[in-house]
Nanobody, 130 residues
Framework: VQLVESGGDSVQAGGSLRLSCTVS??????????IGWFRQAPGKEREGIVS????????YYADSAKRRFSISREDFDNTVYLQMNNLRTEDTGVYTC??????????????????????WGRGTQVTVSS
């Protein structure tokens, strides 16, 4: 299984970006899974931004991402998107997607913990300037 992110860029505060995570070697339609986006800002630990669990169709958002970010995937598409609106300077960082096969039901915000995921991409840089 491989994950490749793209779409990172330098934008001004208030702008929008859509990041893509292309997944190969994993069939979304045949397996339950959790998919998430994570951010690592300079000098900080990696933090969970948003994750989705297929078994219960639940999406978990970090407080900083609520009402600004959204995760999506089209049916029959092996690409997962992170739409980011109204970007802030504190959104700057390396954004990485991660995948974990399995059935996750009612886990809660623990699905934002990086340790829940085993397969990671290399990340894409997002820089937001004021």
């Amino acid at each position: 299984v491989q994950l490749v992110e793209s779409g990172g860029d330098s934008v001004q505060a208030g702008g929008s970006l859509r990041l893509s995570c292309t997944v190969s070697g994993f069939d979304f339609d045949d397996h339950d899974y959790a998919i998430g986006w994570f951010r690592q800002a300079p000098g900080k630990e990696r933090e969970g931004i948003v994750s989705f669990t297929s078994a219960d169709h639940h999406t978990y958002y970090a407080d900083s991402a609520k009402r600004r970010f959204s995760i999506s995937r089209e049916d029959f598409d092996n690409t997962v998107y992170l739409q980011m609106n109204n970007l802030r300077t504190e959104d700057t960082g390396v954004y990485t997607c991660a995948l974990q096969g399995g059935t996750f039901i009612g886990i809660g915000r623990d699905m934002l913990r990086p340790g829940r995921f085993r397969v990671w991409g290399r990340g894409t840089q997002v820089t937001v300037s004021s």
